[in-house]
């Protein structure tokens, strides 16, 4: 489980350049407009970067609207973590975060509006995105392709959500 974020996976050991993301549109998509250049946490930048994208863009579109461009940034995912996968010569790099975007967009997307909301929801999302409890553990372990990239963190989200609307209800 905690090994993906392991030094010596060799995912980890090739750092991302600002000239490789905008290389290539996928490279683009994948690293979420660079979001995913930080050596350290890159999937909480990236986490960060779609919840913002969120904040902002929430007031003009709708949950169904969160749902089709989450969907439409999947099938894009898909595509650019496996054009990544191929330039870099491993799987899932640490930079590749358009897939934090999806999992941060969806949850959001199913939440109640409103700051506590959302930091419970990112705050979640993060432990069962680096967690990976089953079975979102064999999706990141199984499916070596931007399928599974993508996929783990839909999961983790789903995951997330019951949690937060869990503690909603108790709390509220």
């Known amino acids: 489980m905690l090994q993906k974020y392991d030094e ?7 750092e991302l350049t600002s000239r490789f993301v905008w290389s290539h549109p996928a ?10 250049l930080p050596s350290k946490a ?11 994208a969120f904040i902002v863009l929430s007031p003009a579109v709708s949950t169904a609207g969160w749902v089709l461009l989450a969907l439409v940034l999947f099938a894009a995912g898909i595509w650019a973590s ?3 996968s191929r330039d870099l010569g491993v799987n899932d790099h640490k ?11 969806l949850l959001f997307a199913f939440l109640p ?23 979102v553990d064999v999706i990141d372990e199984k499916m070596k392709n931007g399928v599974g990239v ?18 909603g209800w108790l709390l509220g």
């Open 42 to 52: 890159p999937g909480t930048y990236g986490t960060l970067a779609g919840a913002l």
């Open 95 to 105: 930079g590749v975060v358009v897939d934090e975007v999806v999992g941060i967009w």
């Open 150 to 167: 993508m996929l783990d963190d839909v999961v983790a989200a789903f995951y997330a959500w019951v949690v937060v609307n869990i503690l």
């Open 8 to 14: 010596s996976n060799p995912a980890n050991q090739i």
């Open 82 to 84: 496996d054009k990544v």
């Open 27 to 36: 490279h683009m998509i994948a690293t979420f407009f660079g979001a995913g």
């Open 113 to 135: 509006a409103g700051t506590a909301w959302w930091i419970a929801g990112f705050v979640a999302f993060r432990f069962f995105d680096i967690m990976k409890l089953p079975p």
